[in-house]
């Protein structure tokens, strides 16, 4: 044991133990998609014993859903304060291309992991409440920056709004790329910041 290792806090233990699983539970899940992967095949790509996981981790679902919001990058737009709302949705067109080259590795995972959800009602309640905290969090913040009458809808939905259009078009992009290219992105953002006719 090296000094270091002893001075290391036996919570970096722990932490490298949940990210090392966190990876091979990843590759696999890559590989074979989300159905696929059993804990035991996890256990053994990390080098470590079921025991492990269990001990990191209450269940599969909870191992599933921990990559899930670590892999899929949130969509993070830079925003210039006093920035009209077409330029806020500009800026949320912008973060969303910036995410691609981040999330395309995790999509077939994610999508996999989509399936199962549908699938389960206990995953559907987990994915659930995280989306619910994700979009009040989002709300609240559009509301701090959006000036009245701005926005066609208020920001709980809109944050909603942005939510779908986002993960649509970074799916359709992934599987044509070619059919959906950055115009399209700056397109579709433009148009839910033009006026109602």
């Known amino acids: 044991m090296t000094e270091e290792t002893r001075r290391r806090p036996k919570g970096d233990k722990r932490a490298r133990t949940r990210a090392a699983l966190m990876e091979a539970a990843r590759q696999l899940a890559r590989e074979k998609g989300y159905e696929a992967t059993t804990m035991e095949e996890v256990a ?9 996981i269990y001990g990191n981790f209450k269940n599969r679902q909870d191992l599933f859903m921990a990559i899930a919001q670590t892999d899929w990058a949130p969509i993070k737009p830079v925003i210039a304060p006093g920035a ?4 806020i949705l500009r ?9 691609l080259p ?5 999509a077939p995972a ?3 992991g989509m399936a199962h959800t549908l699938r389960h009602e206990e995953a ?9 905290e994700s979009y009040a969090g989002g709300a609240a913040w559009l509301a701090g920056i959006l000036k009245d009458g701005d926005s066609p809808m208020p920001p709980e ?12 078009l970074l799916f359709q992009r992934f599987m044509t790329p070619d ?13 839910l910041a033009a006026p109602p006719r």
């Open 44 to 52: 053994r790509r990390a080098g470590m014993t079921s025991g492990a």
């Open 84 to 87: 009209s709302f077409p330029q």
């Open 91 to 99: 800026a949320f067109a912008e973060a969303t291309l910036a995410a």
């Open 102 to 106: 981040v999330r395309q590795p995790a």
């Open 110 to 112: 994610r999508l996999s």
């Open 124 to 132: 559907r309640a987990q994915v659930r409440e995280i989306t619910g």
């Open 157 to 168: 939905i809109l944050v909603v709004v942005i939510h779908a259009l986002t993960e649509g």
């Open 179 to 191: 059919l959906v290219p950055d115009e399209v992105f700056y397109s579709a953002f433009a148009a």
